[in-house]
Each structure stands twice: as C-alpha cells, then as structure tokens.
C-alpha cells in the first residue's frame, strides 16, 4: 500500500516508517521538522517539508503524488505532546493538534483518500477511578493536550460518517526506546518523558533529574504509567493500518502492556547500570497518580501484544544514548 505519514520525521513516526518499510509498503514522509530530524527518515521513504496546519502545502504534496498513485492510507504523528506545555499555551495546542487534522481531513476528503491511523493518547481518560483505562472507559481529560487529542478523535468520528472514512485511533501513553539497529531514537533537547531523562541523567548529559511528587495514593508515591517499547507501537501501528484496510472497519484501540511502574522503579531499573542523581519536586499540573491501558481489545482484534520489557526499554535507550552522546 502507498502510505502517507505525516509526521513521520519524529520519533514515533520514524519508527513507524521503518516498520512500514520492512513490511513492503511505499511511504511518503511529511513533516515540519519542528521536532523531528529529517536524518531520522528512512533512505527508502520520500520525504517533503511541510505542515499539518498548511493546507496549501499539503495539497501540492498529495496532488503531485497522487498523479504517480493515490494513497491508501494516511498517518498522523503531527501532534504536539508535553503537558505542561499544553497548560501554558493552549492555543498552540489546540491550533496545531485540532485545527491541523482538520486540514489533514479536509485534503484527504479533496482526494479522497478513506484510511486514518491516528496517534492518540491514554491522557483523553484523565484520572481513570482504578487507573487502569480501557476503550469504554470515561474520558476525560485533565489538561489541554488530552483534550486536543479527544477532540480530534472525535472530529476524525464525524469525518468518517460523512465521507464513508475508515479510521484506527490508537490510544497510549509512555513511549520509549530505540530502534534496533541504534540509528533512530529519541533524539532531541528539552526532553520530559522520564525513561530519557533517568537516563540522560544517568549518562551526566544532564547533572540532577526532578522526580514530579512522591504523595501520590501509589506504591511508592510517585506516579504510575505504562511504557511501552517504541518499536512495539510502531508495528501495532502497520498491523492496525492493514486491518482496517482489509476489512473496511473503523476501530479506537489502546496500546498497552496491562501493567504500570513507578517513576522511583524506573530509576531503579535504570541504577542497574548507572547511579541516577535526583531530587524530588513539586507535583506537576495536570499529571494524574496512575495510567495504565488495557490491551485486551488490541490482542483480540489485531493480535498484538508488546514483545519487549521494562529492562529491555531502558537498554535500547541507554545504548542509543551513548552512541549519540555527542
């Protein structure tokens, strides 16, 4: 199939394009490089500079590809997603997370393209009543990013009843990781998910980390959440695509591994290789106590289930990190 990712310069993005790449597909890459780093793209994909808000940028790109072919897919990576970003500027949120897949939609309708995989998150559940969220769980988010994201969802719902659209939106929260071969990882300043920064600080790129509360109704006070490897999510995200594809069905699905750890577990794992200099802070906004996805829905419908551990994470990352350390 002939897939568009936009986004597909970051991180997980990237690693969804070599997945994609592996399983035969023809990809196309679009991205702003805001974030992402063009290096990050695979050698087989195409790649154009542009932005998810622009819908003149977009169109030229669809319209000079679809002369060569039509897509049979698009997926969307475009997203901006730090918390307490979001907190102090929503309108930057909700400018390129809602408004640009509006854009996006409106040029796949233009071209009438009928499949969306969408990167959502587990944060449209804000505080889960057990902490652990599935499908039919409430959703309600704490904080601008999930409400983007739950707001795009729903706007991708209606796209797809009005223009007879198929849709996979995958929910997740925690990704890290790097590739296998080392080449692609998270790779970029003012990182804040907190598997990098344990090991960032681990490896004395950065001199002392700040754990984010430790009065959480947790097992050790500090928040929960559940990681999963990047190469994991990526490859749920080609096993989705083709589903929907194959069988003309739309489907909201999480990504997760049914099971959560502390942020004073991951730097445990991590101190299993190096000491972790830290302190603790102030409770972050908008952070709940505990978010875990249940992936009963994702083993059921696509056969998918997380092949790599907690210790099998930190090891990818900590090695990309010393490879890229400079």
């Keep these: ?36 780093l063009k290096e990050a ?17 977009l169109d030229k790109i669809v319209a000079g590809e679809s002369k060569k072919k039509s897509f049979d897919v698009v997926m969307h990576f475009a997203a901006k ?22 854009t996006l939609l409106d040029v796949m309708v233009k071209y009438n393209i009928k499949n969306i995989i969408f990167s959502s998150t587990a944060a449209v559940y804000g505080e889960a009543k057990d902490g652990i969220c599935t499908e039919e769980s409430e959703t309600k988010p704490i904080n601008p990013y999930g409400e983007t994201k739950l707001a795009s969802e729903k706007m991708i719902g209606w796209f797809a009843e009005a223009y007879d659209m198929n849709y996979c939106i995958f929910r997740y929260f925690n990704v890290a990781g790097a590739h296998k071969t080392l080449e692609i990882g998270l790779l ?18 950065r001199e002392k980390m700040t754990v984010f509360g430790n009065d959480y109704d947790t097992i050790d006070g500090t928040c929960v959440r559940d ?25 909201i699905i999480n990504l997760g591994s049914n099971q959560g750890f502390s942020v004073k577990e991951i730097i445990h794992e991590v101190e299993k290789h ?13 952070d709940p106590a505990k978010l875990i996805a249940s992936n009963e829905r ?8 997380p092949k790599r551990s907690l210790s099998d994470i ?7 990190r010393k490879k890229h350390k400079n």
């Design 81 to 102: 997603i730090v918390v307490p970003e979001s907190i102090k500027n929503p309108s930057l949120y909700y400018y390129n997370n809602v408004e640009g897949v509006r």
């Design 227 to 251: 990681y999963i490897h990047v190469s994991d999510i990526a490859y749920a995200h080609v096993l989705g695509m083709e589903y929907i594809v194959k069988k003309n069905v739309s489907e």
């Design 188 to 205: 970029r300043d003012n990182l804040t998910h907190v598997i990098p920064v344990t090991i960032q600080t681990a490896l004395g790129i």
């Design 41 to 57: 793209v695979h050698k087989k994909a195409l790649f154009y500079e542009g932005d998810i808000t622009d819908f003149g940028s």
């Design 298 to 305: 994702a083993k059921k419908i696509l056969a998918w289930i």
């Design 1 to 36: 199939m002939k897939v568009c990712v936009v986004g597909g310069a970051g991180y997980i993005g990237s690693h969804t394009v070599y997945e994609l790449i592996e399983a035969g597909h023809d990809v196309i890459v679009i991205d702003n490089l805001s974030t992402g």
């Design 274 to 286: 190096y000491p972790v200099n830290y302190e603790y802070g102030a409770r972050r906004e908008g």
């Design 314 to 320: 930190i090891l990818s990352d900590l090695e990309f």
